[in-house]
């Protein structure tokens, strides 16, 4: 049967200086002809990742981790935390001085201005550091929500707010997802407009974010540089993503 591959972006697709190596675009060009419908899951925005999708011409994408998805080039999903759970949540952040940035389809907005750990964190996905507007959620369909803080108070997050998830990514930043909301839901929506199951997939990642994919998919591949929570789930552990990991581990797993 037909499947359908699916990658993440950063440490995944992208190497350590967030380029896609020459290898990594020739392996999925040639999974292409060899009848694999290619796709995208990421925890990026759709903006952020079109130079990405017009290089490959994928028009099917997991974003925000799970939470906008998009099957050749329909929008067949949106969802984001309610407004009144991410206004207490920006509350209790600002008492803490830990800000937020909102994040919809097509931009970044930030709760506060010139703050150091908003664009350290940002900087690392080549991001300049967003627009300035702290109610944006309360008038715009938000998609995800980055909360700023550190790993030693998400415990506390968590607990204050059970009804989501924090999903860190960076030392300084959390992904704040709806309660079950992971690319692995997403990646069910695409499979079920294809009339294909979990079983049919097939994931690449590398990040705490890739951990229910990795998990929920027929084949999932955990590259060398990952996580080890996601490394621990995989069915399959690739090279280094800067060691042509993954053209490597395609050709293991003769989709190429």
């Known amino acids: ?114 703050n150091d750990r908003v664009a350290e964190s940002l900087t690392t996905l080549e991001c300049p550091y967003p627009k300035l507007d702290s109610s944006y959620y309360m008038q715009n369909d938000v998609y995800q929500t980055l909360i700023f803080m550190e790993e030693k108070d998400e415990e506390l997050y968590s607990q204050t707010f059970p009804e989501v998830q924090f999903v860190r990514w960076h030392k300084y930043c959390c992904d704040i997802l709806p309660k079950g909301g992971s690319k692995a839901a997403g990646i069910e929506k695409v499979l079920t407009r294809m009339n294909l199951t979990m ?3 097939i994931a690449f990642g590398d990040g705490l974010n890739d951990v229910e994919m990795l998990e929920a998919v027929g084949v999932g591949v ?5 996580h080890d929570k996601a490394k621990a789930v995989a069915t399959h552990i690739a090279d280094h993503v800067d060691a042509d990991g993954l053209a490597k581990i395609m050709r293991e797993l003769k989709i190429i």
């Open 1 to 114: 049967m037909k499947k359908i591959l699916f990658f993440d972006v950063d440490g995944t697709l992208y190497d350590s200086t967030k380029q896609l190596p020459a290898s990594a675009k020739a392996a999925l060009l040639e999974a292409r002809n060899n009848g694999y419908e290619l796709a995208i899951a990421t925890g990026r925005a759709p903006f952020m990742i079109e130079s990405l999708l017009e290089e490959l011409d994928i028009n099917t994408y997991v974003t925000f981790n799970g939470q906008y998805v998009v099957y050749q080039g329909e929008v067949v999903y949106a969802n984001g935390v309610e407004n009144e759970t991410l206004r207490q949540i920006v509350a209790f952040g600002e008492a803490r001085n830990e800000p937020v940035v909102f994040i919809d389809d097509k931009q970044m907005v930030a709760s506060v201005d010139d």
């Open 199 to 201: 079983e049919d997939a």
């Open 222 to 226: 955990a590259m060398g540089n990952g």
